[in-house]
């Protein structure tokens, strides 16, 4: 089955320090991805998207994301955490040239941003 | 733009009740989609929309639960009877027809309780 993967549950770090939360594909074909955070009893907001061009996406909140096909992952990246940033993240995809606008998430990951 | 709109924002009902939840998309969007979140199961996808037609509701757990969308500004989740396994966080998110990569917009959830 197409499915992404976001392999850890919990990723810690500094404020002021380099973050990377992982996901990783498998889907056929070269599909759109997706990242979108969820703060605190909110619904899950929008950061960024990979269609086609540059491997690195930038989005908001300072968040960028990194494409590799090789690889089969779109890791999300900041370089500099906020306690701020302390959330839940998801990554996604839905499929290029399919006929729905249907998103398939992975489980998500918690960020947490020590001050 | 008011964003997707969801309503109750909490919901605290006894086994057995019926239980309707609302939502209205942003003006525009042809795609609606229906999510459950629990601690357990995570981000499920239940069931969407195109054009007000349901498309896909195979995510839709049992006969008790009944969507319907009966106009491009407004739908409806309706869980009868509700049982205590069905406590959860539902959201809504809508899109753009036939762009799969557009992004999906989420509503701020209904907080489900059933005592």
């Known amino acids: 089955a197409q499915s992404v993967a976001q392999p850890e549950d919990q990723v810690n770090v500094a404020e002021g320090n380099p973050l990377t939360v992982k996901c990783t594909y498998s889907?056929?074909?070269?599909?759109?991805l997706f990242w979108y955070v969820q703060y605190p009893n909110r619904g899950l907001q929008f950061l960024l998207k990979?269609?086609?061009?540059?491997?690195l996406v930038k989005g908001s909140y300072g968040f960028e994301a990194e494409f590799n096909k090789s690889q089969t992952s779109f890791h999300l990246k900041k370089p500099s955490a906020l306690v701020s940033d302390s959330a839940l993240y998801f990554c996604?995809?839905?499929?290029?040239?399919?006929?729905?606008?249907?998103?398939?998430f992975g489980t998500g990951t918690l960020l947490a941003v020590q001050p | 733009d008011a964003g997707v709109i969801q309503s109750p924002r909490h919901e605290v009902t006894e086994m057995g009740q019926e239980v309707t939840l609302r939502c209205k998309p942003i003006?525009?969007?042809?795609?609606l989609f229906w999510y459950r979140q629990t601690m357990m199961r995570g981000l499920e996808l239940l069931i969407y929309?195109?054009?007000?037609?349901?498309?896909?509701d195979s995510g839709m757990p049992e006969d008790r639960f009944s969507a319907k969308m009966p106009n491009a500004s407004f739908s409806t989740l309706k869980i009868q009877p509700s049982e205590p396994r069905d406590s959860a966080v539902y959201f809504c998110?809508?899109?753009?027809?036939?762009?799969?990569?557009?992004?999906?917009?989420f509503g701020p959830g209904t907080r489900l309780t059933v005592t």
């Open positions: 990979y269609i086609t061009g540059d491997n």
């Open positions: 929309f195109n054009n007000n037609v349901p498309i896909d």
């Open positions: 998110a809508s899109s753009r027809s036939g762009v799969p990569s557009y992004e999906q917009y």
């Open positions: 889907v056929s074909g070269n599909p759109y």
């Open positions: 003006s525009g969007h042809d795609y």
């Open positions: 996604a995809f839905s499929l290029r040239g399919g006929a729905t606008n249907k998103l398939i």
